[in-house]
């Protein structure tokens, strides 16, 4: 029997737009320990669809989730709406 640790913290994001979103930080210990850029790039990713293979996938995670700079920057950013 593997027994595990984590410790861990979260936030919940409540943004203008789309809908809200955590931020999950986790502590491993032992072998579930992440201990290589390697390692840990095969747990986390984060990329935007093919656009030529899902282009309705690639606009819709577009025009949704990817947004700045805002505010006094510039005022015609989506989420200033």
């Known amino acids: 029997m593997i027994y595990v640790c984590i410790l861990g913290m979260y936030i919940?994001?409540?943004q203008k737009r789309g809908?809200?979103?955590a931020h999950i930080l986790l502590w491993l210990n032992g072998k579930n320990k992440l201990q290589t850029a390697k390692g840990i790039?095969?747990?986390i990713?984060?990329?935007l669809p093919h656009a030529n293979i899902c282009p309705k996938i690639f606009k819709i995670v577009a025009s949704y989730t990817i947004h700045g700079p805002c505010g006094a920057v510039r005022f015609k950013s989506p989420c200033m709406k």
């Open 12 to 14: 919940v994001e409540f």
């Open 19 to 21: 809908p809200p979103h």
């Open 45 to 47: 990713l984060a990329k």
């Open 41 to 43: 790039n095969r747990v």
